[in-house]
């Protein structure tokens, strides 16, 4: 008979999810996650971890030093016309694909005993009483907790009216983003970030010689090349001399990219209804600065420990619920709303050239802002 009660029910099974799960079945409670594709697959993300998570990776089961992955310590900024600013990253990262850290993070999650659904999407949740109902493929499920961690968009953000999602279009919800797996000649301890008109490029090794080439634009650049990435790219991107060598230089390793679009950078409420929210779901970073795995991996962290004090019958529902808002608020607020004022500037071509210059200038000034964009390991 198949088990349909649990403690804790998590939705989405991207970072955030995979980890909350492991650290939950490790304590001991009855978890099942749904996500909606099937592992191995592959995911928008520019996949650079910063360093803050590194222990807490290893922690979860997962030896990231036996892997032999690329460690990133300088970060290379272009102007669209090209003007470049080097610097050093003050604790760094590396890089990893999604399609490896996912799947191998599922194959934790089920060894510690989650019940792991896949292709498996959640078209509805109820909260009735003390339990979530939590409905899927045509089977109904019950869980005292529920976290959602789907992404940066879903049909259950439309149908919970989160403000992101109903808003008419703006300059920060209404991006695509797009990635490309490479074998180029790129600098390994190297993370770029290329601008371009109304967007930005990121790049870095990941495993195996491969390089995660990712950037975003807004949706209205793609519009004006008749909804063409190719034309685009060539129209946009090909303008910053440094994506114009990567992208005709380099050899792309599947015949097309992953896209999503209708990315939002605005404000989202870390608690729906009673749900505790995780990963982009709770608040994306902007790509420019990085560091939105780390910022999955730290929420996961911060939301077991507050579900486990409600499970262990320390708090009321609504002390879990604030506690983790106000532990959420107190950890990313302020990376969040610097990356939202970056944001704004980069993408146009002379106040970006003006950064890049003022930077060259003055090469200290950029370290409180990488600073404030990063955690400390946890």
């Not at 749904?34 to 592992?39: A, L, R, S, T, V």
């Not at 102007?79 to 600013?85: E, H, R």
């Not at 610097?338 to 002379?350: C, N």
Request: glycine share 8%.
């Amino acid at each position: 008979m198949q088990q349909t009660t649990f403690d804790i029910g998590i939705i989405g099974g991207g970072l955030a999810g995979l980890a909350l799960s492991i650290q939950s079945a490790k304590a001991g409670y009855k978890t099942i996650l749904f996500e909606k594709e099937q592992y191995p697959f592959h995911r928008v993300c520019g996949e650079y971890i910063s360093l803050e998570s590194y222990d807490f990776i290893e922690h979860l089961g997962l030896s990231l030093s036996s892997m032999q992955l690329p460690i990133i310590k300088q970060l290379h900024v272009t102007a669209p016309n090209g003007n470049l600013f080097q610097t050093s990253l003050p604790l760094g990262g590396f890089g990893i694909s999604r399609f490896k850290l996912d799947k191998q993070l599922a194959e934790l999650a089920r060894a510690a005993g989650v019940v792991l659904l896949e292709k498996h999407k959640v078209t509805q949740t109820v909260f009735k009483g003390d339990f979530f109902q939590i409905h899927a493929e045509g089977n109904t499920y019950n869980a005292k907790l529920i976290a959602g961690s789907f992404g940066k968009r879903s049909n259950l953000d439309l149908k919970y009216n989160r403000t992101f999602a109903i808003n008419k279009p703006s300059k920060l919800n209404n991006y695509i983003g797009i990635k490309y797996h490479i074998d180029t000649n790129h600098p390994a301890e190297v993370i770029a970030l290329h601008n371009f008109e109304n967007g930005y490029c990121g790049i870095s090794k990941i495993e195996e010689d491969k390089y995660c080439l990712c950037y975003l634009t807004t949706a209205e650049n793609l519009r004006k090349f008749d909804n063409s990435i190719q034309k685009m790219q060539e129209g946009i991107l090909y303008r910053n001399p440094h994506l114009e060598s990567i992208f005709c230089q380099s050899k792309f390793l599947y015949d097309t990219p992953e896209t999503i679009s209708q990315i939002s950078f605005q404000q989202k409420s870390q608690v729906e209804q009673h749900m505790l929210m995780l990963g982009d779901a709770a608040g994306m970073i902007t790509p420019l600065c990085g560091n939105g795995m780390s910022m999955a991996l730290h929420g996961s962290k911060m939301a077991f420990n507050c579900m486990q004090m409600f499970l262990q019958q320390r708090v009321t529902r609504m002390q879990m619920e604030r506690q983790y808002e106000q532990m959420w608020q107190q950890q990313f607020a302020l990376r969040l709303q610097v990356g939202r004022i970056i944001q704004r500037f980069f993408g146009k071509p002379s106040i970006t050239n003006l950064f890049i210059n003022t930077f060259n200038l003055f090469p200290k000034a950029a370290a409180p802002l990488i600073k404030l964009t990063h955690g400390k390991p946890f």
